[in-house]
């Protein structure tokens, strides 16, 4: 019997240590990297952009909404359409876009080592002709 108990003793004791070693894992914390959002074109056609981080592991699979500015005062917007970064952080929204102002949104995303931000991008402008630009 004694022998039994030590057997059990020393399994919860391992027991114990690994649960330990795994919670300490899990909560470790990951590194936080900064993100940069560019909307580069509107058109007809779409809308498309670059998200810039100096970890590729953020740039990859992100994803992007885009917005149209419905109002200035008071401030609405509405979304427009969404879209995931490829590796090199582009990302396109392939779909007829109304004359207006619109602007991105990354949002942040986890890995097993990093802590991507979200980030916003700058605002563009799209008129037909005839229209101020």
């Known amino acids: 019997m004694p022998a039994i108990g030590k057997t059990a003793a020393l399994c919860l004791l391992i027991g114990g240590l690994l649960l330990i070693g795994m919670s300490g894992e899990a909560s470790a914390t990951r590194k936080q990297v900064g993100s ?13 952009g670059h998200v810039s981080t100096t970890r590729a592991a953020c740039r990859a699979k992100r994803t992007v909404t885009v917005y149209m500015v419905n109002s200035t005062n008071p401030s609405s917007t509405v979304p427009f359409g969404t879209a995931i970064t ?25 890995t097993r080592h990093f802590a991507c931000r979200a980030a916003t991008s700058n605002h563009k402008t799209w008129w037909t002709s005839g229209a101020p630009s």
């Open 36 to 48: 940069t959002a560019s909307l580069d074109a509107v058109s007809a056609e779409g809308l498309a």
């Open 86 to 110: 490829s590796g090199d952080g582009s990302w396109s929204v392939q779909d007829w876009a109304y004359p207006g102002e619109y602007f991105a949104v990354v949002s942040g995303r986890t």
